[in-house]
């Protein structure tokens, strides 16, 4: 079973192609500047934020991780939506917004449920750059810019949904004010340092009463925090590129036809009971001597779905799929 496609906006495709055209750069040099500002992400010290006075970074984020972080925020609001986690809530703050990937996201598919945006971003760089991509945007919804939050600002909006994509790998410690929010969506680079440092922050918010509601269907002990050194939690996301994407790939090393991303979603609310009724498959697949065998969780414990290839030689979940757990007991 695969789950459908993430496509960007036809609007958005085009804002960026136009773009990238006015600048009067080439393939080429597109591509080196993807390929600098990744080096430089991959290999950057703590605390270290995104050049935005270059233009060489506006180039790259625009042609390249705005278009990625877009789709992987697109694959995880399609699920808060689905589990009603977006529900009573009308506000949001995205703090470190870059280029308002975020925000883009929000006009295109929730401008019915958020009355109003705060951004929060230090460079005025990516903040025109979001002025210039939002004139593409068929609908729209009121923002107000920020370089910074304070906590007096903050306890103002504390019910508000504060989103964090791709920004705590910029801070070198989390804001003071983090464990006074209520509503958090924390979205990071799926790699293992900073996956591990989601599984702490998740034992961290549990322990200060908050709920999870996402990646986990349980608010027990992490199996791969308790069970493992090693392990991280991150979801699998397939993407339908755009021609023009797949033009700029072709020079680059990394290939992104299907993206990854670790996130945690937390409330003071509850989740609904449903969640309980389902489980996450939280590995890929994996074939030893004709067995097949994924991982996938629903409490505390490490537990494998696990089946001869020759029985179903076709049967593979999706990293990341919500699963109803009567389905794997069945399986
Ligand atoms: C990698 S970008 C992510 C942008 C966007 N959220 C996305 O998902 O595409 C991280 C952003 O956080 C901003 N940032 C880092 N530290 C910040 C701080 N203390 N206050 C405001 N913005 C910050 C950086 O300028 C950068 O634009």
Redesign the pocket.
């Known amino acids: 079973m695969r789950p459908t496609e993430e496509q960007l906006p036809d609007w958005l495709s085009h804002q960026i192609v136009e773009t990238l055209k006015q600048s009067g750069l080439s393939r080429g040099s597109i591509t080196s500047a993807i390929q600098n500002l990744s080096d430089g ?1 991959i290999h950057r010290s703590e605390g270290v ?2 050049s ?1 006075e270059k233009s060489e970074t506006q180039i790259a ?1 625009l042609a390249y ?2 278009p990625l ?2 789709v992987r ?1 697109q694959h995880l609001f399609h699920e808060l939506n689905d589990l009603g986690f977006l529900n009573g809530i009308t506000n949001y703050v ?6 308002g ?2 925000s883009l996201l929000l006009f295109d598919q929730y401008s019915n449920i958020f009355s109003q945006g705060v951004c ?4 005025p760089e ?1 903040k025109r750059l979001f002025e210039h991509l939002r004139k593409g945007s068929p609908q729209s919804i009121p923002i107000h810019w920020a ?2 939050l304070s906590s007096k600002k903050v306890s103002q909006m504390a019910s508000a949904l504060f ?5 705590l ?3 070198e410690k989390l ?1 003071d004010w983090f464990f006074d929010l209520h509503e958090i969506v924390v ?1 990071e680079p799926s790699d293992r340092t900073n996956g591990r440092k989601i599984l702490e922050l998740r034992k961290e918010l549990l322990s200060r009463g908050f709920h999870i509601w996402s990646p986990c269907t349980h608010q027990d002990m992490c199996p791969l925090h308790q069970h493992s050194k090693r392990d991280w939690c991150h979801q699998r996301v397939l993407l339908d590129q755009p021609e023009w994407f797949s033009e700029l790939e072709k020079d680059l090393p990394m290939k992104n036809r299907s993206l990854t991303y670790s996130h945690l979603v937390a409330s003071r609310r509850e989740p609904p009971q449903k969640l309980q009724q389902l489980a996450r498959i939280t590995g890929d697949l994996l074939v030893e001597k004709g067995r097949s065998r994924q991982m996938f969780c629903q409490d505390s414990e490490r537990r494998f779905l696990q089946w001869l290839k020759r029985d179903d030689p076709h049967l593979s979940y999706f990293r990341g799929q919500l699963i109803s757990r009567t389905q794997l007991n069945n399986s």
């Open positions: 992400y934020t995104t935005w984020y991780f705005l972080n877009f925020l995205d703090f470190g917004s870059g280029p990937t975020l929060v971003e230090r460079a990516a370089t910074d989103v964090f994509s791709y920004s790998v910029e801070l804001p979205v």
